[in-house]
């Protein structure tokens, strides 16, 4: 009976270490504000927790990630296109001068991303930090994709399929911008041509044409495009200018 409690205190006291160590890694995708280039966040973590940042940019443009945080032993790590926690960092908050200020040229275009987190001396303790971060992407893209990864942008499938939650509808702009004129607006579930995709105010912007003759051309927000069929069908008029917005009713995260 003795060996049996020994063993019983231990395996609560090893599930109970765990349960406190546990890491959460909470997912941000940080979009500017229409016609802006820069957001700044607040946020806390605690533990081990981390908040990974999601921010668009395209290659030869400046990223400058900045943190200020209440625990001295909170840092920030940028990751390329395709990379994250426990890839090879682009930079690292405490190698730069001054520390947790960095600013650098972006080697290749696509979806970059910030992890924020505390050493593991100050995860253990369970202790926790208040920060606030500002990320900016400055510089015009070029006249065409370089470093594109994953042929997400320059090249990607040949037709879109508008998704919006809701049943609303989608903004074609003239401009990659959420602040640009709408040229036309898309149904849930039409489809477009894809004619090449950029990076814009944090996100993936793409060049589309309406299937009909005569068409609309325009730009689109593409987190509310997926994969399509080409197949044209007369879109439905909008339920609503509520959710007729850059995106609809889909919910994400702005600043």
Do not use: H
């Not at 943190?67 to 426990?86: D, E, M, W």
């Not at 849930?188 to 950029?198: E, K």
């Not at 993936?204 to 509310?224: H, S, V």
């Not at 197949?231 to 917005?245: F, G, L, M, T």
């Amino acid at each position: 009976m003795p060996l049996f409690r020994t063993l019983l205190t231990m395996v609560l006291f090893t599930l109970g270490a765990s349960a406190l160590n546990a890491e959460e890694m909470r997912n941000v995708d940080v979009r500017f504000a229409a016609g802006t280039s820069q957001a700044t966040l607040a946020d806390a973590i605690t533990g081990y927790d981390s908040v990974l940042y999601r921010v668009g940019a395209e290659a030869g443009q400046t990223m400058r990630v900045a943190l200020s945080a209440s625990n001295g032993a909170t840092y920030f790590n940028v990751y390329a296109p395709g990379r994250g926690p426990g890839d090879e960092a682009l930079a690292t908050g405490q190698s730069t001068q001054p520390l947790n200020d960095w600013t650098g040229t972006l080697p290749g275009s696509g979806e970059y991303t910030i992890s924020v987190y505390m050493m593991r001396s100050a995860a253990r303790r369970n202790e926790r930090s208040n920060f606030t971060i500002n990320i900016s992407v400055d510089g015009a893209t070029g006249a065409r994709v370089e470093g594109d990864y994953a042929d997400g942008l320059a090249g990607g499938p040949d037709f879109f399929e508008v998704k919006v939650s809701g049943g609303g509808s989608l903004n074609m702009r003239v401009s990659a911008s959420a602040s640009a004129p709408v040229v036309t607006r898309l149904s849930n579930g039409q489809n477009v041509r894809n004619l090449g995709c950029r990076m814009s105010e944090g996100g993936r912007w793409c060049r589309i044409a309406t299937l009909a003759d005569p068409g609309f051309e325009g730009w689109a927000d593409g987190d509310f495009l997926i994969e399509g069929t080409g197949a044209a069908q007369p879109p439905s008029p909008p339920k609503s200018d509520a959710q007729s917005s850059a995106g609809g009713t889909e919910q994400r995260v702005r600043f």
